[in-house]
């Protein structure tokens, strides 16, 4: 078998979580080219079809599910570990905001557009996750969407949380926040690509990492933004969970119900399934 392009972000989660399949230490499984690189652009090279294994935002699948199918593990979804929209004054709305976002295909994007309908900022950049925080403390914006490791340490920039997206969510919906997703292309002549070989590699590297935590640890703390180890383990515990082994149906019926009420919206394009 041929080795797969795998693609995934240098954050804790995703580092703990495919380190044992990209050291491997998972016996079977196939082997892997991994490339580090952060959400926002993994959703635009997965529509360019670049990688087989592919993390990107929930928010991309319905400009992707033709040519990828979604994994049911390997992703973050989970409560109490949504979006912030942080600011460092006393304002309480987006309207004439200039709003920094990590990407215009991101889930927190989506959340943020759906938690401020009606609202209207005077401009929306995109702008890599590391300068968020500095430009809105500096005043180079006015907000910014930020996402997992700033939930932690978004105080030490002096700013403030105008809102919780998961929060928002959680309360309006009952669901966890569906966050990463993790695809495969859909090819039925490559061996390597069998989604239930992939399904049963990625819940092994899951499975590992829980139990032998020690073995990924350098190469966690090698990749990750924030150095604190225990930021990085806080980001850990938040992001991978009971979800990320097992969509079920419960993440299932929250990726259902994001990508429903954004089409309802007309924010993205309208899918008929998720499940195949």
Not at 30 to 50: I, K, L, Q, S
Not at 94 to 99: I, K, M, T
Not at 226 to 238: A, G, K, T
Not at 253 to 266: F, N
């Amino acid at each position: 078998m041929s080795a797969l392009s795998v693609a995934f972000s240098p954050c804790p989660n995703d580092t703990f979580v495919f380190h044992a399949w990209t050291h491997g230490l998972i016996p079977g499984a196939p082997d892997t080219a991994v490339t580090f690189a952060d959400v926002d652009v993994t959703n635009h090279a997965a529509e360019r079809g670049e990688f087989d294994i592919v993390k990107v935002s929930y928010a991309a699948l319905p400009w992707l599910l033709k040519d990828y199918r979604l994994l049911p593990c390997g992703g973050a979804l989970g409560r109490g570990c949504g979006p912030l929209v942080l600011i460092n004054s006393t304002r309480t709305d987006l309207d004439g905001a200039r709003v920094a976002v990590p990407g215009d295909r991101t889930t927190a994007y989506l959340l943020m557009r759906l938690w401020s309908a009606g609202q209207k900022p005077a401009s929306v950049e995109v702008v890599p996750f590391a300068e968020i925080m500095p430009g809105v403390r500096d005043g180079r914006f006015d907000a910014g969407l930020v996402i997992h490791e700033a939930r932690f340490t978004y105080h030490n920039y002096g700013l403030t949380a105008l809102a919780d997206l998961g929060e928002w969510w959680e309360s309006s919906t009952g669901n966890a926040i569906p966050l990463g997703a993790i695809l495969a292309r859909r090819d039925a002549g490559r061996a390597e690509l069998d989604p239930e070989l992939l399904i049963s590699t990625i819940r092994a590297s899951v499975d590992h990492a829980w139990a032998h935590p020690q073995d990924s640890a350098e190469f966690v703390a090698k990749h990750a933004d924030e150095m604190d180890p225990s930021v990085q383990q806080q980001h850990i515990d938040l992001y991978v969970n009971s979800f990320t082994r097992d969509l079920g149906e419960q993440g299932y019926a929250a990726v259902e119900e994001l990508l429903g009420r954004a089409a309802d919206a007309g924010l993205v394009p309208r899918v008929d399934s998720i499940r195949d």
